[in-house]
C-alpha cells in the first residue's frame, strides 16, 4: 500500500468471548399488555437469546508498510489537541430489543484508561442515537481505544400475513421519525433516477394499487430478480487473492457502492443489495431503514466477522395511530431463489426469520448520520479529530457472549416483553 490508501487501512478482526452459558430457566412470560390492533408480526415465545455485544474501535500510530505481508518499516506518533468518538446506539429492531440503561463503555488513551461519559444525541434518521465520547488535552499517544458493551435480546419472529394485508395506505403524514425513513442518506438515494426508474417500471406508477405489504413483497422480488450478488463483503488489504474476500484478519473495511451503483450495475456486494432494496422501498412511498448486523453463528464458526445487511419496513395504522416493522432479509431470499416466489406463499425471509435469534443488529447506517469522518472504508463508527486527521491505522472487533442470568439482575430487567412494541 502507498499514499493516501495505506494510510487509511481499516482492520476487521473478531475475539470470541464465549464466557460459558448457565443453564437457566427461562423467566416467566409476563402478562401480554393490550394493544390498539393485533400485530402481523410476532417474536418467537421460546426461540429467542440474549447477547452482549462489545464492537472494538482502536486508532493506532500509522505503520507504515511498503508490502501489507512485512512487518511495518517505520512508525509515526498520533498527535492530537481533542478527539470526539462517535458510535451509534439503537434502541431496538423488528427482531430486537437493546437495554439502554446497561449500556457500558471504556476510552482508553495508550494504557491509560479515561473516565469518560458519552453524551447522547438522539432523535436521528430511524430512530438512531449517537453517542459521543471526546477526550482533550491528548497531544501525542499511540493508541485511542473506545470499547462499548451493548446488551440485547435477539428474536425469531414470524409473520402472519393476513393481518399485514390489513394495512391501507395513509392518507395524512408519518410522525417524524417515520417520515426520516423516506428521506436519503449515505449510500441509500432513493430520489436517484436509476432508482425512480426502476420504482416506475415495476409498479407502472400505481404503486397503491396494492395494499403496502402486498406491494412491498413484490418490490421485494423484483429485486431479488434485478440484482446478483457478485462481489465480496468487504474492501480487502491485500492480503487475499480475491478482492472482497475475507481471507485475513486485515480488512480495509465494508464494501458499500450504494443502491445507485446497484441499480444500474445489476450486481455488487450483499451489502449493495440491502441499500438497493431499501431505496426502491422509500423511492415507493415505503419508509425502510436498513440495519446493519453482527452474524454471531457464522463468525463464531469462521473466526472472523461475518457482518449482514437486511432490510425493514413499516406499516401503518393511520386510525390506531401505531405500526410496526417489518424485517426483509433481501439476501438470503435471493441465496434462496433467483426468481420472485409466488406472492400468495409466504416467504422464508421476508417477515418469517428463524435465523434472528443469532443476529445482533449494530445500526442503521453504514456511517454515523452527522458531519465525521473515519480512517477508511464506512465501519459503522465516526471520528471528530482535532487537528485535522492525523495518519492512523484503524481495527475494528467485536467480543461477544450470550448473557447469563445474574442473581443481582433486577426482576424487571428479564421480565421483558417478547412481542414488538406498537409505535
Not at 381 to 401: H, K, R
Amino acid at each position: 500500500m502507498s499514499g493516501t490508501i495505506a494510510w487509511r487501512t481499516m482492520a476487521v478482526a473478531t475475539m470470541l468471548a464465549m464466557l460459558g452459558v448457565s443453564a437457566l430457566a427461562r423467566p416467566p412470560k409476563p402478562a401480554p399488555s393490550p394493544d390498539p390492533r393485533p400485530r402481523a408480526l410476532t417474536r418467537h415465545e421460546f426461540n429467542y437469546k440474549d447477547w452482549t455485544v462489545s464492537p472494538i474501535v482502536r486508532l493506532h500510530s500509522y505503520q507504515f508498510r511498503t508490502d501489507p505481508n512485512e512487518v511495518p518499516a517505520s512508525t509515526s506518533p498520533t498527535v492530537l489537541d481533542a478527539v470526539a468518538m462517535i458510535y451509534p446506539l439503537i434502541a431496538g429492531s423488528a427482531m430486537h430489543d437493546v437495554y439502554l440503561d446497561r449500556v457500558t463503555s471504556e476510552f482508553s488513551l495508550g494504557n491509560k484508561k479515561l473516565d469518560l461519559r458519552p453524551r447522547t444525541l438522539p432523535n436521528y434518521q430511524g430512530g438512531t442515537m449517537l453517542a459521543v465520547w471526546e477526550a482533550k488535552d491528548i497531544h501525542s499517544t499511540e493508541a485511542l481505544q473506545l470499547r462499548v458493551d451493548i446488551p440485547m435480546t435477539c428474536y425469531e419472529t414470524r409473520i402472519d400475513e393476513d393481518i399485514a394485508l390489513t394495512y391501507d395506505w395513509p392518507t395524512g403524514e408519518y410522525k417524524p421519525m417515520i417520515a426520516s425513513c423516506l428521506e436519503p442518506q449515505l449510500y441509500v438515494e432513493p430520489g436517484h433516477p436509476a432508482i425512480q426508474k426502476l420504482v416506475q417500471e415495476w409498479t407502472k406508477g400505481n404503486v397503491k394499487n396494492a395494499k403496502p405489504y402486498l406491494a412491498a413483497k413484490y418490490l421485494a422480488g423484483k429485486v431479488v430478480e434485478h440484482f446478483q450478488p457478485t462481489e465480496g463483503d468487504y474492501e480487502s488489504a491485500g492480503r487475499g487473492p480475491e478482492r472482497g474476500k475475507v481471507t485475513a484478519v486485515l480488512l480495509e473495511g465494508f464494501n458499500v457502492h450504494g443502491a445507485a451503483y446497484a441499480a444500474e450495475r445489476r450486481r455488487g456486494s450483499r451489502f449493495d443489495m440491502a441499500c438497493l432494496l431499501t431505496a426502491v422501498y422509500r423511492g415507493a412511498g415505503i419508509p425502510a431503514r436498513m440495519v446493519i448486523g453482527l452474524d454471531l453463528e457464522k463468525t463464531r464458526e469462521s473466526n472472523i466477522p461475518v457482518l449482514r445487511a437486511w432490510t425493514e419496513f413499516y406499516l401503518y395504522d393511520e386510525a390506531a395511530e401505531a405500526g410496526e416493522w417489518i424485517p426483509v432479509d433481501i439476501v438470503k431470499q435471493r441465496e434462496f431463489s433467483s426468481r420472485m416466489p409466488p406472492l400468495k406463499q409466504r416467504w422464508q425471509f421476508f417477515g418469517h426469520n428463524e435465523e434472528f435469534d443469532q443476529m445482533a443488529p449494530l445500526a442503521y447506517h453504514w456511517l454515523p448520520p452527522t458531519a465525521n469522518t473515519n480512517t477508511g472504508p464506512p465501519g459503522v463508527w465516526g471520528w471528530i479529530p482535532s487537528p485535522g486527521v492525523p495518519a492512523v491505522d484503524a481495527e475494528l472487533q467485536f467480543v461477544y457472549n450470550e448473557t447469563s442470568r445474574r442473581g443481582d439482575d433486577p426482576k424487571e430487567w428479564w421480565e421483558r416483553p417478547k412481542q414488538q412494541p406498537m409505535q
